[in-house]
Protein backbone atom coordinates (compact mmCIF):
# COMPACT_ATOMS: atom_id res chain seq x y z
CA UNK A 1 0.00 0.00 0.00
CA UNK A 2 2.90 2.46 0.46
CA UNK A 3 4.71 1.66 -2.64
CA UNK A 4 1.11 2.28 -4.48
CA UNK A 5 0.76 5.69 -2.40
CA UNK A 6 4.13 7.08 -3.10
CA UNK A 7 3.20 5.96 -6.71
CA UNK A 8 0.15 8.18 -6.94
CA UNK A 9 1.73 11.02 -5.43
CA UNK A 10 4.44 10.65 -7.15
CA UNK A 11 2.31 10.50 -10.57
CA UNK A 12 0.73 13.55 -9.43
CA UNK A 13 3.51 15.77 -9.07
CA UNK A 14 4.86 14.46 -12.20
CA UNK A 15 1.83 15.07 -14.36
CA UNK A 16 1.63 18.50 -12.79
CA UNK A 17 2.69 21.50 -14.62
CA UNK A 18 3.71 23.46 -11.81
CA UNK A 19 4.18 21.48 -9.01
CA UNK A 20 1.42 21.06 -6.26
CA UNK A 21 1.49 21.92 -2.59
CA UNK A 22 0.54 19.36 -0.04
CA UNK A 23 -2.70 20.27 0.52
CA UNK A 24 -3.71 20.18 -3.57
CA UNK A 25 -2.15 16.32 -3.43
CA UNK A 26 -4.75 16.05 -0.97
CA UNK A 27 -7.35 17.17 -3.62
CA UNK A 28 -5.80 15.51 -6.22
CA UNK A 29 -5.40 11.93 -4.58
CA UNK A 30 -7.75 11.48 -2.15
CA UNK A 31 -5.18 10.41 0.33
CA UNK A 32 -5.18 11.91 4.31
CA UNK A 33 -3.25 14.63 5.07
CA UNK A 34 -0.95 12.77 7.12
CA UNK A 35 -0.09 10.01 4.48
CA UNK A 36 0.99 13.21 2.38
CA UNK A 37 3.08 14.69 4.78
CA UNK A 38 5.00 11.22 6.01
CA UNK A 39 5.52 10.03 2.15
CA UNK A 40 6.44 13.65 0.61
CA UNK A 41 8.77 13.42 3.46
CA UNK A 42 11.00 10.81 1.93
CA UNK A 43 10.34 11.31 -1.20
CA UNK A 44 12.02 14.81 -0.26
CA UNK A 45 14.65 12.86 1.78
CA UNK A 46 15.92 10.90 -1.16
CA UNK A 47 15.92 13.17 -3.86
CA UNK A 48 12.93 12.36 -5.65
CA UNK A 49 11.10 15.92 -5.48
CA UNK A 50 12.24 19.24 -4.26
CA UNK A 51 10.81 22.15 -2.39
CA UNK A 52 10.28 24.92 -5.30
CA UNK A 53 8.49 28.13 -3.53
CA UNK A 54 6.06 29.30 -1.68
CA UNK A 55 2.74 30.59 -2.73
CA UNK A 56 0.02 32.63 -0.84
CA UNK A 57 -3.90 31.22 -1.62
CA UNK A 58 -6.15 32.82 0.25
CA UNK A 59 -5.73 33.37 4.16
CA UNK A 60 -3.19 31.05 6.62
CA UNK A 61 0.21 30.32 5.82
CA UNK A 62 1.67 30.36 2.52
CA UNK A 63 1.98 26.60 0.78
CA UNK A 64 4.97 25.15 -0.38
CA UNK A 65 5.53 23.39 -3.64
CA UNK A 66 6.06 20.72 -4.51
CA UNK A 67 8.06 19.44 -7.90
CA UNK A 68 9.77 16.69 -9.31
CA UNK A 69 13.60 16.82 -9.41
CA UNK A 70 13.44 15.71 -13.18
CA UNK A 71 17.72 14.30 -12.30
CA UNK A 72 16.95 12.35 -9.62
CA UNK A 73 17.00 9.29 -11.55
CA UNK A 74 17.29 8.38 -15.62
CA UNK A 75 16.41 5.64 -17.37
CA UNK A 76 18.10 3.76 -21.17
CA UNK A 77 15.40 2.91 -23.94
CA UNK A 78 17.24 0.91 -26.79
CA UNK A 79 14.71 0.35 -29.91
CA UNK A 80 16.10 -2.43 -31.37
CA UNK A 81 15.08 -2.58 -35.40
CA UNK A 82 16.55 -4.48 -38.31
CA UNK A 83 17.79 -1.51 -39.96
CA UNK A 84 18.92 0.78 -37.16
CA UNK A 85 19.13 0.91 -33.56
CA UNK A 86 18.28 3.53 -31.61
CA UNK A 87 19.22 4.42 -28.13
CA UNK A 88 17.95 7.36 -25.79
CA UNK A 89 18.32 8.49 -22.04
CA UNK A 90 15.86 9.95 -20.08
CA UNK A 91 15.68 11.97 -16.94
CA UNK A 92 12.32 11.47 -14.69
CA UNK A 93 10.14 14.08 -16.44
CA UNK A 94 10.43 12.08 -19.49
CA UNK A 95 12.39 14.40 -21.15
CA UNK A 96 15.46 13.02 -23.99
CA UNK A 97 18.51 14.06 -22.22
CA UNK A 98 20.94 12.32 -24.90
CA UNK A 99 20.54 10.31 -27.83
CA UNK A 100 22.56 8.20 -30.27
CA UNK A 101 21.61 6.44 -33.25
CA UNK A 102 23.60 3.10 -35.09
CA UNK A 103 23.30 0.82 -37.88
CA UNK A 104 22.02 -2.41 -37.09
CA UNK A 105 25.08 -4.77 -37.42
CA UNK A 106 24.67 -8.22 -39.09
CA UNK A 107 21.82 -10.05 -37.61
CA UNK A 108 24.23 -11.83 -35.11
CA UNK A 109 22.90 -11.75 -31.55
CA UNK A 110 26.19 -11.46 -29.99
CA UNK A 111 27.76 -8.70 -32.24
CA UNK A 112 24.16 -6.97 -31.96
CA UNK A 113 24.24 -7.30 -27.90
CA UNK A 114 27.99 -6.19 -28.07
CA UNK A 115 26.99 -2.79 -29.93
CA UNK A 116 23.80 -1.98 -27.91
CA UNK A 117 26.16 -2.89 -24.68
CA UNK A 118 29.34 -0.58 -25.45
CA UNK A 119 26.54 2.58 -27.01
CA UNK A 120 24.62 2.24 -23.85
CA UNK A 121 27.98 2.97 -21.99
CA UNK A 122 28.49 5.62 -24.59
CA UNK A 123 25.57 7.15 -24.11
CA UNK A 124 25.39 7.20 -20.27
CA UNK A 125 28.84 8.39 -20.43
CA UNK A 126 28.52 11.40 -23.08
CA UNK A 127 26.14 12.46 -20.75
CA UNK A 128 27.62 12.85 -17.77
CA UNK A 129 25.34 11.00 -15.70
CA UNK A 130 25.99 8.74 -12.49
CA UNK A 131 25.07 5.30 -13.52
CA UNK A 132 24.16 4.82 -10.07
CA UNK A 133 21.08 7.01 -10.60
CA UNK A 134 19.81 4.90 -13.78
CA UNK A 135 17.41 3.02 -12.77
CA UNK A 136 17.77 0.63 -15.72
CA UNK A 137 17.34 0.05 -19.68
CA UNK A 138 14.11 -0.61 -21.50
CA UNK A 139 14.81 -2.72 -24.89
CA UNK A 140 12.05 -2.70 -27.30
CA UNK A 141 12.32 -5.21 -29.93
CA UNK A 142 10.09 -7.03 -32.72
CA UNK A 143 7.93 -9.73 -31.38
CA UNK A 144 6.98 -12.52 -31.13
CA UNK A 145 8.54 -12.63 -27.38
CA UNK A 146 8.48 -14.59 -24.20
CA UNK A 147 8.27 -12.20 -21.68
CA UNK A 148 8.46 -14.16 -18.97
CA UNK A 149 12.04 -15.45 -19.79
CA UNK A 150 13.13 -11.92 -21.49
CA UNK A 151 13.73 -14.00 -25.05
CA UNK A 152 13.15 -13.00 -28.36
CA UNK A 153 11.72 -16.05 -30.77
CA UNK A 154 12.25 -15.52 -34.23
CA UNK A 155 11.20 -12.08 -35.15
CA UNK A 156 10.49 -12.31 -39.02
CA UNK A 157 13.14 -9.31 -39.52
CA UNK A 158 15.82 -10.33 -37.48
CA UNK A 159 16.71 -14.04 -39.26
CA UNK A 160 18.83 -15.99 -37.03
CA UNK A 161 17.16 -14.76 -33.50
CA UNK A 162 15.92 -18.06 -32.42
CA UNK A 163 14.79 -17.38 -28.62
CA UNK A 164 17.75 -14.96 -27.83
CA UNK A 165 17.71 -14.05 -23.90
CA UNK A 166 18.22 -10.57 -24.60
CA UNK A 167 17.08 -9.60 -21.37
CA UNK A 168 19.45 -11.83 -19.48
CA UNK A 169 22.40 -11.21 -21.75
CA UNK A 170 22.02 -7.83 -22.01
CA UNK A 171 21.90 -7.34 -18.01
CA UNK A 172 24.84 -9.20 -17.95
CA UNK A 173 26.85 -7.11 -20.48
CA UNK A 174 25.68 -3.68 -19.04
CA UNK A 175 25.24 -4.06 -15.51
CA UNK A 176 21.99 -2.44 -15.32
CA UNK A 177 18.72 -4.04 -14.49
CA UNK A 178 16.81 -4.66 -17.86
CA UNK A 179 13.78 -5.29 -19.48
CA UNK A 180 12.32 -6.19 -22.32
CA UNK A 181 9.24 -5.04 -24.14
CA UNK A 182 7.34 -5.41 -27.58
CA UNK A 183 8.02 -2.74 -29.61
CA UNK A 184 4.84 -1.58 -30.59
CA UNK A 185 3.32 -1.94 -26.72
CA UNK A 186 6.80 0.51 -25.77
CA UNK A 187 5.76 2.53 -28.58
CA UNK A 188 1.98 3.04 -26.79
CA UNK A 189 3.45 3.34 -23.06
CA UNK A 190 6.01 6.37 -25.23
CA UNK A 191 2.95 8.16 -26.42
CA UNK A 192 0.40 7.33 -23.09
CA UNK A 193 3.58 8.58 -20.60
CA UNK A 194 4.71 11.58 -22.79
CA UNK A 195 1.84 12.75 -24.78
CA UNK A 196 -1.60 13.78 -24.32
CA UNK A 197 -2.54 14.82 -20.73
CA UNK A 198 -5.92 12.59 -21.44
CA UNK A 199 -4.78 9.53 -19.25
CA UNK A 200 -8.71 7.79 -19.08
CA UNK A 201 -9.62 8.13 -22.76
CA UNK A 202 -8.61 5.24 -25.23
CA UNK A 203 -6.41 5.04 -28.42
CA UNK A 204 -5.09 2.59 -31.30
CA UNK A 205 -1.65 3.44 -31.70
CA UNK A 206 -0.35 2.16 -35.29
CA UNK A 207 3.68 1.26 -35.34
CA UNK A 208 5.32 1.90 -38.52
CA UNK A 209 8.37 0.39 -38.59
CA UNK A 210 10.89 -1.87 -40.63
CA UNK A 211 7.56 -4.10 -40.01
CA UNK A 212 3.62 -3.22 -38.88
CA UNK A 213 2.12 -3.80 -35.42
CA UNK A 214 -0.53 -2.23 -33.18
CA UNK A 215 -1.26 -1.61 -29.79
CA UNK A 216 -4.18 -0.02 -27.61
CA UNK A 217 -4.62 1.99 -24.90
CA UNK A 218 -7.42 1.12 -21.99
CA UNK A 219 -8.34 3.36 -19.20
CA UNK A 220 -3.92 5.14 -18.78
CA UNK A 221 -2.39 1.78 -19.69
CA UNK A 222 -1.36 -0.46 -22.41
CA UNK A 223 -3.19 -3.74 -23.52
CA UNK A 224 -0.24 -6.56 -23.44
CA UNK A 225 -2.35 -9.56 -23.99
CA UNK A 226 -2.05 -12.73 -22.23
CA UNK A 227 1.18 -13.58 -23.52
CA UNK A 228 2.37 -10.29 -23.39
CA UNK A 229 2.79 -10.10 -27.38
CA UNK A 230 -0.81 -8.26 -28.76
CA UNK A 231 -0.87 -6.51 -31.78
CA UNK A 232 0.23 -9.15 -34.68
CA UNK A 233 -1.10 -7.63 -37.56
CA UNK A 234 1.14 -9.07 -39.99
CA UNK A 235 -1.05 -11.21 -41.55
CA UNK A 236 -4.53 -9.49 -41.70
CA UNK A 237 -5.99 -8.96 -45.20
CA UNK A 238 -6.41 -5.59 -46.43
CA UNK A 239 -6.49 -6.19 -50.16
CA UNK A 240 -8.35 -9.63 -51.49
CA UNK A 241 -6.20 -8.77 -54.93
CA UNK A 242 -3.13 -8.68 -53.25
CA UNK A 243 0.27 -10.07 -53.11
CA UNK A 244 0.79 -13.37 -52.52
CA UNK A 245 2.37 -13.88 -48.30
CA UNK A 246 3.83 -16.58 -47.13
CA UNK A 247 0.88 -17.47 -44.93
CA UNK A 248 -0.76 -18.53 -47.70
CA UNK A 249 -3.63 -15.80 -48.20
CA UNK A 250 -3.35 -12.75 -50.29
CA UNK A 251 -2.83 -9.21 -49.71
CA UNK A 252 -1.52 -9.34 -45.98
CA UNK A 253 -0.68 -6.11 -44.12
CA UNK A 254 3.35 -8.02 -44.52
CA UNK A 255 2.85 -7.68 -48.44
CA UNK A 256 1.22 -4.56 -48.49
CA UNK A 257 1.58 -1.96 -46.30
CA UNK A 258 5.39 -2.35 -44.87
CA UNK A 259 8.68 -0.15 -46.43
CA UNK A 260 9.59 -3.20 -47.97
CA UNK A 261 6.30 -3.58 -49.82
CA UNK A 262 5.80 -0.38 -50.47
CA UNK A 263 9.18 0.08 -52.42
CA UNK A 264 8.12 -3.53 -54.18
CA UNK A 265 5.57 -1.24 -55.39
CA UNK A 266 7.18 1.68 -56.52
CA UNK A 267 9.82 -0.55 -58.23
CA UNK A 268 6.79 -2.54 -60.01
CA UNK A 269 5.84 0.72 -61.42
CA UNK A 270 8.95 1.85 -62.92
CA UNK A 271 10.16 4.05 -60.28
CA UNK A 272 13.12 2.37 -59.37
CA UNK A 273 15.52 0.00 -61.13
CA UNK A 274 14.80 -3.71 -59.44
CA UNK A 275 18.36 -4.48 -59.06
CA UNK A 276 17.95 -4.38 -55.07
CA UNK A 277 18.40 -7.21 -52.82
CA UNK A 278 15.17 -8.34 -51.03
CA UNK A 279 16.41 -8.73 -47.64
CA UNK A 280 18.65 -5.23 -47.67
CA UNK A 281 16.86 -3.21 -45.37
CA UNK A 282 19.14 -0.42 -45.60
CA UNK A 283 18.53 -0.30 -49.33
CA UNK A 284 14.72 -0.82 -48.42
CA UNK A 285 14.94 2.73 -46.05
CA UNK A 286 16.72 4.69 -48.84
CA UNK A 287 14.42 4.19 -51.00
CA UNK A 288 11.51 4.49 -48.96
CA UNK A 289 12.99 8.21 -48.08
CA UNK A 290 13.70 8.91 -51.97
CA UNK A 291 9.82 7.72 -53.03
CA UNK A 292 8.87 9.97 -50.17
CA UNK A 293 10.60 13.26 -51.03
CA UNK A 294 9.79 12.31 -54.98
CA UNK A 295 6.46 12.45 -53.65
CA UNK A 296 6.81 15.46 -51.43
CA UNK A 297 8.05 17.28 -54.69
CA UNK A 298 4.77 16.70 -56.25
CA UNK A 299 5.83 13.57 -58.57
CA UNK A 300 2.41 12.01 -59.14
CA UNK A 301 3.51 8.47 -59.34
CA UNK A 302 5.31 8.29 -56.47
CA UNK A 303 2.09 9.92 -54.81
CA UNK A 304 -0.14 7.61 -56.34
CA UNK A 305 2.08 4.71 -54.32
CA UNK A 306 1.95 6.31 -51.15
CA UNK A 307 -1.98 7.21 -51.49
CA UNK A 308 -2.67 3.76 -52.39
CA UNK A 309 -0.70 2.16 -49.55
CA UNK A 310 -2.61 4.74 -46.72
CA UNK A 311 -6.07 3.20 -48.25
CA UNK A 312 -4.85 -0.44 -47.44
CA UNK A 313 -4.14 0.86 -44.04
CA UNK A 314 -7.43 2.67 -43.70
CA UNK A 315 -9.01 -0.70 -44.34
CA UNK A 316 -6.70 -2.32 -41.62
CA UNK A 317 -7.56 0.50 -39.11
CA UNK A 318 -11.31 -0.09 -39.89
CA UNK A 319 -10.97 -3.24 -39.46
CA UNK A 320 -9.30 -2.52 -35.73
CA UNK A 321 -11.03 0.35 -34.56
CA UNK A 322 -14.61 -1.21 -35.50
CA UNK A 323 -13.84 -4.57 -32.95
CA UNK A 324 -12.00 -2.36 -30.29
CA UNK A 325 -13.73 0.72 -30.25
CA UNK A 326 -11.44 3.17 -29.37
CA UNK A 327 -11.51 7.26 -29.21
CA UNK A 328 -8.66 7.74 -31.40
CA UNK A 329 -6.37 6.94 -33.45
CA UNK A 330 -2.51 7.80 -33.23
CA UNK A 331 -0.20 6.73 -35.48
CA UNK A 332 3.76 6.42 -35.22
CA UNK A 333 7.28 5.03 -35.69
CA UNK A 334 10.27 5.33 -37.30
CA UNK A 335 9.19 5.51 -40.64
CA UNK A 336 6.24 7.72 -39.56
CA UNK A 337 7.66 10.75 -39.97
CA UNK A 338 8.42 10.48 -44.19
CA UNK A 339 4.17 9.51 -44.18
CA UNK A 340 2.77 11.75 -41.98
CA UNK A 341 1.86 13.94 -44.43
CA UNK A 342 -0.05 11.88 -47.13
CA UNK A 343 -1.12 9.16 -44.40
CA UNK A 344 -3.17 12.51 -42.16
CA UNK A 345 -4.84 13.75 -45.60
CA UNK A 346 -6.12 10.38 -46.45
CA UNK A 347 -6.83 8.14 -44.18
CA UNK A 348 -9.39 9.94 -42.14
CA UNK A 349 -11.79 10.03 -45.05
CA UNK A 350 -11.96 6.04 -45.68
CA UNK A 351 -11.76 5.43 -42.20
CA UNK A 352 -14.77 7.71 -41.31
CA UNK A 353 -16.55 5.83 -43.92
CA UNK A 354 -15.64 2.41 -43.06
CA UNK A 355 -16.51 3.15 -39.03
CA UNK A 356 -19.35 1.39 -37.97
CA UNK A 357 -19.65 4.15 -35.07
CA UNK A 358 -19.64 7.15 -37.45
CA UNK A 359 -23.00 8.34 -36.63
CA UNK A 360 -21.83 8.76 -32.72
CA UNK A 361 -18.17 10.16 -33.27
CA UNK A 362 -15.41 11.06 -35.76
CA UNK A 363 -12.41 9.17 -34.57
CA UNK A 364 -9.94 11.81 -34.95
CA UNK A 365 -6.33 10.49 -36.62
CA UNK A 366 -3.34 12.08 -35.25
CA UNK A 367 0.76 11.34 -35.33
CA UNK A 368 2.55 10.51 -32.21
CA UNK A 369 3.46 14.00 -30.79
CA UNK A 370 6.98 11.33 -29.37
CA UNK A 371 8.79 11.52 -32.79
CA UNK A 372 10.21 8.78 -34.70
CA UNK A 373 12.20 7.66 -31.80
CA UNK A 374 8.80 6.78 -29.82
CA UNK A 375 9.59 3.05 -29.54
CA UNK A 376 13.09 4.35 -27.82
CA UNK A 377 11.29 6.62 -25.81
CA UNK A 378 8.57 4.15 -24.70
CA UNK A 379 11.30 1.47 -23.73
CA UNK A 380 13.00 4.20 -21.16
CA UNK A 381 9.10 5.17 -20.49
CA UNK A 382 9.18 1.49 -19.33
CA UNK A 383 11.30 1.54 -16.86
CA UNK A 384 10.29 5.01 -15.28
CA UNK A 385 6.52 3.89 -15.47
CA UNK A 386 7.56 1.20 -12.94
CA UNK A 387 8.59 3.35 -10.52
CA UNK A 388 6.13 6.18 -11.17
CA UNK A 389 2.78 5.19 -12.24
CA UNK A 390 0.61 3.62 -9.69
CA UNK A 391 -1.03 0.12 -10.46
CA UNK A 392 -3.65 -1.44 -8.92
CA UNK A 393 -2.25 -4.53 -9.10
CA UNK A 394 0.07 -3.97 -6.60
CA UNK A 395 -2.48 -4.17 -4.24
CA UNK A 396 -2.92 -7.70 -4.74
CA UNK A 397 -2.15 -10.04 -1.88
CA UNK A 398 -0.20 -13.17 -3.11
CA UNK A 399 -0.76 -16.60 -1.64
Known amino acids: MGDFNQSVILEAIRRSVEG ?12 SAQTI ?19 INGPGKPRV ?10 SVGVHLDPAVITFVLLDMSGAVVHRHVIRTPDKDPRRIVEAIAQTIDALVDEAGVDRALVAGVGVAAPGPLDARKGTVIDPP ?18 GFEVTLEKDTTAAAVGELWTGSDDTEGSFLFI ?5 LGASVVREGGVITGSSHNFGEIGHIMVDAEGPACSCGSRGCVEVVCTPQAIVEQAEAAGLFEDDRQASDERAVEERFTLLCERAAAGD ?59 AVHVLPVDGTVVGDDVAAVGAACVV ?7 RASDLYLED
Open 300 to 358: MAALGVLRRSAAHLAVLISALTNVLDVDRVVLGGPFWGRLAEVYLREIPEPLNRRSATR
Open 157 to 174: KLHGWHRVPLRSVLAEAT
Open 20 to 31: LSRIELVEATGL
Open 37 to 55: TNITRRLLDEGFIAEAGRT
Open 65 to 74: TLRLVAESRF
Open 207 to 211: YLGTG
Open 384 to 390: LDAVLTP
